[in-house]
């Protein structure tokens, strides 16, 4: 179930643009969260720059230990497509799609 909806615009062709920033306390490392992207595109996790996770699916996980730092969900699309992102407070597996 979502627990929150965005909507995107993409500015720029082929560029990596920020739909959502993450941060959880080191207390609560087991935590994570899923993003689903409508229409699909190709969507990556960061954390100072670096990239923990990509997809090409349309989902993506993230959280955990890695959230005690600010974790960064990027998507690629086309100027001007809009995109519509879901975020969940549980991870999506490959079973659920």
Not at 37 to 50: A, D, H, M, Y
Not at 65 to 90: H, K, N, P, T, Y
């Amino acid at each position: 179930m979502a627990t929150h909806y965005k909507a995107h615009t993409f500015r720029a062709d082929d560029s990596w643009e920020t739909i959502d920033t993450y941060w959880s306390s080191p207390l609560s490392y087991w935590s994570q969260k899923s993003m689903r992207i409508e229409p699909p595109v190709p969507l990556r996790v960061t954390v100072f720059g670096r990239v923990l996770e990509e997809s090409s699916a349309g989902w993506i996980n993230y959280g955990g230990l890695w959230a005690m730092f600010v974790q960064v969900v990027q998507a690629r699309g086309r100027a001007g497509q809009r995109v519509r992102a879901e975020i969940s407070d549980e991870t999506v597996s490959e079973d659920e799609l």
